[in-house]
């Protein structure tokens, strides 16, 4: 499969979308998901989303490293899942850049307060399935296209 054609369609699918499912695994070793509202998908594949330090989301990233994405597009009749290292970020200018009325709802003490932080994933492999745009890897229907990043440049697999 055209490498550059999966990657083009799989940003076009995740700027559509408002919302995603995050999935993280908890100490027990089951999967929490939750649906957030991740900033815009950055050039490297990198997404940051503006979270609070109390919640069990932080915890499981800050113990396991990792987070899975999926964003499913229902108009499209597709998903992009995206898969990879996480951590917390303390930033305080990106807060500031990013900061609007809208979230002091929130987050009361605005972009200074020290519980707000960014939950950052770093993408290492995206999957990507489509009815509509005809990504359909055999077996036909069944399995969605993977990305495995490759330094600064991605590989299709058949896994």
């Not at 993280?24 to 997404?47: C, F, H, K, Y």
């Not at 999926?70 to 305080?92: F, M, P, R």
Request: aromatic share 8%.
């Amino acid at each position: 499969m055209d490498e550059e054609r999966l990657l083009q369609l799989a940003r076009k699918l995740i700027d559509d979308l408002t919302f995603c499912v995050a999935a993280t695994q908890g100490e027990d070793g089951n999967i929490s998901a939750r649906v957030i509202q991740p900033m815009r998908l950055q050039r490297d594949w990198t997404v940051n989303t503006n979270t609070n330090r109390r919640c069990r989301k932080v915890r499981e990233i800050e113990r396991t490293g990792r987070m899975t994405l999926l964003y499913e597009h229902d108009q499209d009749k597709s998903y992009v899942c995206l898969v990879g290292k996480a951590e917390i970020v303390e930033d305080l200018e990106l807060k500031r850049s990013v900061w609007t009325p809208g979230h002091y709802r929130w987050n009361p003490e605005g972009p200074e307060d020290t519980n707000t932080v960014f939950m950052r994933l770093h993408t290492e492999r995206i999957e990507i399935w489509s009815a509509v745009h005809e990504v359909l890897p055999p077996p036909e229907g069944y399995s969605a296209a993977v990305l495995l990043r490759d330094g600064d440049s991605w590989q299709f697999s058949a896994t």
